[in-house]
């Protein structure tokens, strides 16, 4: 067995690994950056080596530097984790030629299903179904066209070396190939140094299904069921979930069949997915391979009950498997929700900084993998994924019901997050019956997500928080002491809810256990609770039902989260609301004549010149973050009449770039 494990990686997957090692009783070695001196994986290893300044090109992906972090402390093994260097064939020979372990596979799998072209062309040789296209490489954009024109419209064109949904474009027509072809090879030239790019049909409305693999190095291989991951925005994974609400146990065996086939064919060891895309009639066809642990792998380790990186690490030791194909079983149901640092509101711009508020969900099954605590940083400098929330339950509604209450408990501040997003995909009624594709997000939220789209059962359950805190914030006011005569403060019952442009009068009555809330004309609420004022979760039981709304009082507001809805509340007696309605409130300034860069990124390309006429639709600008291309269009007809950014400036939220008459 191995003795000592070094972790090539960071956050929540260093963590995750960190938690297995130390159940086996093996040492476990953090690497760390300048960003992440004070990380949580630093403090969860026995020994931490720092490693370079924060850019992740100067530290996490220096091969030499993690080399000799592994003899400086004696490390025998390194596990990479996914990202950085877990598919690099390279790193693999570095630290074969140092004599130490890869928990992973082998240089010839992680070389031939790296490549698209390549991975295709091995499994078609091994009888794994395959997409239709061209699987040579794409010269231009011309011989792009040819090439589409020969397949039939839609196409997709893809980075050979890509991955996470960069050097992707859809194309349905000549000039959408085009355009595609040259954002493709911008992105694979950024992300992975390399611009080959080839064609295959684009299948519509596809499903995004794929089965988890795991081989020795005695010739067994092995599949442990399949995730469902077809909840994706701009080809990145949201939501997954094992098993796929969609396979039967026929297509589930092929699938798992030509899985393992094409692991022979690569003399695959250690964990790996092979990733397909069905149809609605349940044809399924090869996508990759990643030649890695994936981000979604507790949902598979909760169904089939199986530590996969224990399974990892006992194969690169030298083991066989510890089960047969007819000894996985799948029981029950579970569901991964990706947790990130981003404003769902603003196009889901990342978001950076300290978390000023932190805390975890908890409960039957209910698990958070993470990498973050309360005043930690979310940097700049790596993925925004604050963690991944996951949880189990015999049938795949309680696995919902029991993702809704554990997000709607999940409390982060100091930065902004999905979870509002997250808690609106699970609520939909497409995707609490089932009815997934990889369309989902883009056909449900097709201009982008606000609150006005979340399910909500009951809307009034936030506005009768709003009223039960309040009411308790007035008790305590009338027993402050030192209140002169005459003026002692009153708690009243009778008051009117404000929120979201609307009135409702609301009655609030002390009852044991908590209070009694009457809302006009939606009726009477019995709110059992013991919260205390300051909590940042109100719990409570609400006929019945028990609920978990996040509350912030502040300048005579409460701002509620609850069920995917943020909603902004205030409590004023019926002569002030009364009054409140004659107010005048200043209209927000015309921004419509700007274009502002909607995240933090770099300015690689202006499209237009200073005067020139624009028309609505027309490319104006191209801003890269995160190493993706976003491309700006023009909302309406205008005429340029300033630029305020040039190329290869790096651009704050909202700057300025543009300004038209």
């Known amino acids: 067995m191995l003795k000592k494990i070094l972790v090539a990686n960071r956050g929540e997957i260093a963590c995750r690994v960190f938690a297995t090692a130390k159940k086996m009783g ?15 994986h630093v403090q969860r290893a026995d020994e931490a080596v720092y490693i370079g300044p924060s850019a ?88 792009a066209v040819e090439v589409s024109a020969g397949i039939g419209y839609p196409v997709m064109l893809k980075a050979s070396a890509g991955g996470g949904g960069k050097g992707m474009r859809v194309a349905w027509n000549d000039a ?105 009639d349940m044809n399924f066809y090869f996508l990759e391979m990643n030649t890695r642990l994936q981000v979604e792998h507790p949902v598979t380790e909760l169904v089939t009950g199986q530590d996969l990186v224990e399974m990892m690490i006992r194969v690169a030791a030298g083991e066989k498997l510890s089960l047969t194909q007819d000894q996985v079983t799948l029981s029950g149901w579970a569901m991964e929700s990706r947790v990130y640092a981003e404003d769902p509101l603003r196009n889901f711009m990342p978001s950076t900084g300290r978390l000023v508020g932190y805390a975890e969900p908890q409960g039957e099954g209910v698990r958070v993998d993470s990498g973050v605590y309360k005043g930690g940083e979310v940097s700049m400098f790596y993925d925004p994924m604050i963690a ?46 089932g009815r997934l594709s990889t369309n989902f997000i883009a056909d449900e939220f097709p201009d982008g997500f606000n609150a006005d789209l979340v399910v909500q059962e009951d809307p009034a359950i936030a506005l009768v928080v709003a009223a039960a805190v309040h009411q308790l914030y007035e008790e305590r006011a009338s027993l402050l002491s030192g209140q002169l005569a ?39 609420y019995q709110v059992e609770t013991n919260w205390s004022l300051g909590e940042p979760i109100f719990m409570a039981t609400i006929n019945g039902k028990q609920v978990s709304v996040q509350v912030e009082a502040k300048d005579g507001y409460y701002r509620l989260f609850y069920r995917g809805a943020e909603i902004s509340a205030q409590l004023l007696s019926p002569k002030a609301a009364e009054l409140s309605t004659h107010m005048h409130f200043k209209e927000p300034e015309d921004m ?19 005067g020139q006429e624009v028309k609505e639709g027309e490319e104006l600008a191209v801003v890269e973050a995160m190493k993706m291309e976003n491309s700006l269009r023009a909302i309406q007809d205008g005429i340029v009449t300033k630029i305020s950014a040039v190329e290869g400036e790096s651009l704050r939220v909202d700057e300025i770039i543009l300004e038209f008459s």
């Open 592 to 610: 419509s004549k700007f274009l502002l860069s909607p995240m933090p990124g770099l300015l690689v390309k202006l499209a237009v010149e200073l």
């Open 486 to 524: 005459g003026l002692e403060h009153m708690a009243a019952v009778d008051w009117v809810v404000v929120a979201g442009g609307h009135q409702t009068k609301a009655i609030v009555e002390l009852i044991d256990k908590g209070y009694f809330v009457s809302l006009d004309e939606l009726g009477d």
């Open 26 to 40: 093996i040492t476990t070695v953090a690497v760390y950056s300048d960003a992440d001196r004070d990380a949580l």
């Open 56 to 143: 992740s090109t100067e530290s996490y992906l220096v091969i030499d530097k993690i080399i000799q972090a592994c003899r400086d402390t004696g490390a025998d093994a390194v596990h990479p984790g996914y990202g950085f260097l877990s598919e690099n064939s390279q790193f693999c020979d570095a630290l074969d030629a140092a004599g130490i372990i890869f928990i992973g596979p082998g240089k010839k799998a992680i070389e031939s299903m790296g490549d698209k072209i390549t991975s295709k062309l091995i499994a078609e040789k091994a009888g794994v179904n395959c997409i239709p296209g061209y699987t040579d490489v794409v010269r231009d954009a011309d011989h």
């Open 176 to 280: 959408d190939c085009r355009d595609g072809f040259e954002r493709a090879t911008n992105e694979a030239r950024s992300s992975f140094g390399d611009t080959r790019i080839f064609i295959e049909k684009y299948i519509q409305q596809p499903r995004h299904i794929e089965i988890q693999i795991m081989a020795d190095g005695h010739g067994n291989v092995i599949y442990l069921g399949e995730r469902e991951c077809s909840i994706q925005r701009r080809h990145q994974k949201v939501i997954e979930e094992a098993p796929s609400p969609f396979l039967n146990q026929a297509t589930r065996q092929k699938m798992g069949e030509q899985s393992c086939a094409l692991a022979r064919a690569v003399d695959y060891q250690s964990a790996g997915t092979v990733e397909f895309i069905a149809d609605a």
């Open 388 to 433: 991944k929330l996951i949880t189990y339950g015999d049938s795949r509604i309680e696995a919902i019901e029991r993702m809704v209450g554990a997000l709607d408990k999940y409390y982060i501040r100091g930065v902004n997050h999905n979870i509002s997003f997250l808690n609106a995909l699970m609520l939909h009624p497409r995707f609490i019956e």
